[in-house]
């Protein structure tokens, strides 16, 4: 969940689906994680029980190989989009150095393509399947079209990645 959801009405409908949020999918020789960032208002933060448990179940797999998936940018995009920050992102940062096993974080939030090495992790953002901001000082939208991130992850922990566009056309 992230700023525009309400996790209390998401548990009211979905609760057995949203069993993600307790424990990880396992997918071959990768295991991925979600993380809520719902907090206040356009701000994310991912509290320290969850952090904790995310600890626990990437140290329980440690030959395996891990991605992480959370609605809030964990790294600053240095565009107006920062005042809408994951307060504190710099406690799941220091998770990324502690656990290398962490091979990719994807998340939404940016409305844009990006992407940042942090240590031993590939961050990934996600375009929106709506309208794209650009990532400038000042609010604006962007002319590209919707998208979404194809991910392939590979039995080494190697993964390939591509962003597909929707045309209205």
Same mark, same amino acid.
């Given at each position: 969940?992230?700023?525009?959801?309400?996790?209390?009405?998401?548990?009211?409908?979905?609760?057995?689906?949203?069993?993600?949020?307790?424990?990880?999918?396992?997918?071959?020789?990768?295991? *991925?994680?979600?993380?809520?960032?719902?907090?206040?208002?356009?701000?994310?933060? $991912?509290?320290?029980?969850?952090?904790?448990?995310?600890?626990?179940? $990437?140290?329980?797999?440690?030959?395996?190989?891990?991605?992480?998936?959370?609605?809030?940018?964990?790294?600053?995009?240095?565009?107006?989009?920062?005042?809408? %920050?994951?307060?504190?992102?710099?406690?799941?940062?220091? *998770?990324?150095?502690?656990?290398? %096993?962490?091979?990719?974080?994807?998340?939404?939030? $940016?409305? @844009?393509?990006?992407?940042?090495?942090?240590?031993?992790?590939?961050?990934?953002?996600?375009?929106?399947?709506?309208?794209?901001?650009?990532?400038?000082?000042?609010? @604006? $939208?962007?002319?590209?079209?919707?998208?979404?991130?194809?991910?392939?992850?590979?039995?080494?922990?190697?993964?390939?990645?591509?962003?597909?566009?929707?045309?209205?056309?």
């Amino acid at each position: 969940p992230g700023n525009h959801d309400q996790p209390a009405l998401l548990r009211q409908f979905f609760g057995s689906e949203m069993s993600w949020l307790q424990r990880s999918l396992k997918l071959d020789n990768w295991h *991925l994680h979600a993380l809520d960032s719902h907090y206040q208002g356009t701000l994310g933060h $991912v509290d320290k029980e969850q952090l904790s448990k995310l600890k626990d179940r $990437v140290n329980a797999a440690p030959d395996a190989f891990h991605l992480v998936a959370v609605h809030h940018h964990p790294v600053a995009c240095n565009s107006w989009m920062d005042k809408h %920050q994951w307060c504190n992102r710099q406690a799941f940062l220091a *998770l990324l150095d502690e656990l290398p %096993q962490i091979r990719l974080v994807i998340h939404g939030h $940016v409305h @844009a393509d990006l992407s940042w090495q942090h240590g031993n992790s590939q961050i990934l953002a996600c375009p929106s399947t709506c309208w794209q901001w650009r990532h400038t000082e000042e609010f @604006a $939208v962007d002319d590209k079209a919707p998208g979404l991130r194809l991910l392939e992850l590979g039995q080494k922990g190697t993964f390939n990645t591509r962003i597909i566009r929707v045309s209205n056309r």
